[in-house]
């Protein structure tokens, strides 16, 4: 900590709070707002969107602005309104987007059913996203997840409940390493592996 410096202190303990970031970092970015003070406002500015705009979309649980509480993508009916798929995290989600490789509906899970890991279904979101599965004529389900314990029991769980729908659960597979997180795979390995995905 620096001696002297009350306020600086609590913006570098703010950015040291951000995955990757360490205090050294922290510092920098500081340092840095401090002598570019027309960010530092923009900045500012988009912190407040985030925090007082900002909500988790009711159906897919990406974000959105929208005052009814749907994002765009959910909105789009030129989406292929037959499949869904299911990732991990938003991260997962805008990586898969930006490829362009997938055209459907998404849903984010946010975490994983495993009593193992003291994760329950409402925490996760299973049991709206099989309840859109039920209700939303979805003909195919695309899981986006890890090859993990968690990654796997959630599979499970997916499975088990969806066993008496006539739905397609399928997992991407081709060149994706066990255990990597989609977030790392380039943009070509991803197209093959939702290409060449396969049945749970």
Known sequence: MLNGFPVLNRIVESF?????????????????FVEHKNESLILSKYLDVLSN??????????ITVNSDGVCDICKDETRDKSTICVVENMENFFAI???SVYNGL?????????????????KTGLKNLIDRVFNEGIREVILVI????????????????LKSR??????????????VNVNFIDKTTLIEAFKSRRAV
Do not use: H, M
């Open 16 to 32: 040291a709070k951000l995955p990757g970031v360490g205090e050294k970092t922290a510092l920098k970015y500081a340092l840095w």
């Open 97 to 99: 987007e930006s490829s």
């Open 106 to 122: 998404y849903y984010i899970l946010g975490g994983f059913n495993s009593s193992l890991y003291g994760v329950d279904t409402e």
């Open 53 to 62: 705009d900002i909500k988790l979309c009711k159906r897919c649980r990406c």
């Open 146 to 161: 890890s090859s993990t314990i968690e990654g796997d029991f959630t599979t499970q769980y997916i499975k088990e409940k």
């Open 166 to 179: 006539n739905v397609n659960i399928t997992r991407i597979a081709y060149g994706i390493p066990v255990g």
